[in-house]
């Protein structure tokens, strides 16, 4: 069975930073992209940044320049470094990886920033 795993959310103050981990865990054939996605309460679902296989990434105009994406393919995992964090951050961060055949995503994370 397939699980992402994620971690590093919490708390932070507006300006600060954060780090977000992802780890795929179980069988998939292969791991083509991977991203973060945010839900904030009364939104729909935003990407925020993907990251593909041979590392091409693409960010959400809102969080160019603060938001890096990353991925390490031997340990199966994508990470969101989280910079100058904003008060219209705070959601609920998923990652989510694509493999072959289907996509799987991760139970969420909270982060919240505050002002």
């Known amino acids: 069975q397939v699980q992402l795993v994620e971690s590093g959310g919490g708390l932070v103050q507006a300006g600060g930073s954060l780090r977000l981990s992802c780890v795929v865990s179980?069988?998939?054939?292969?791991?083509?992209?991977m991203g973060w996605y945010r839900q904030a309460p009364g939104k729909q679902r935003e990407s925020v940044a993907t990251i593909t296989s041979d590392g091409t990434t693409n960010y959400a105009d809102s969080v160019k320049g603060r938001f890096t994406i990353s991925r390490d393919n031997a340990k199966r995992g994508v990470y969101l470094q989280m910079n100058s964090v904003k008060v219209e951050d705070t959601a609920v961060y998923y990652c989510?990886?694509?493999?072959?055949?289907?996509?799987?995503w991760g139970q969420g994370t909270q982060v919240t920033v505050s002002s």
């Open positions: 989510k990886a694509d493999g072959a055949y289907a996509s799987y």
């Open positions: 179980g069988t998939i054939f292969r791991i083509n992209g």
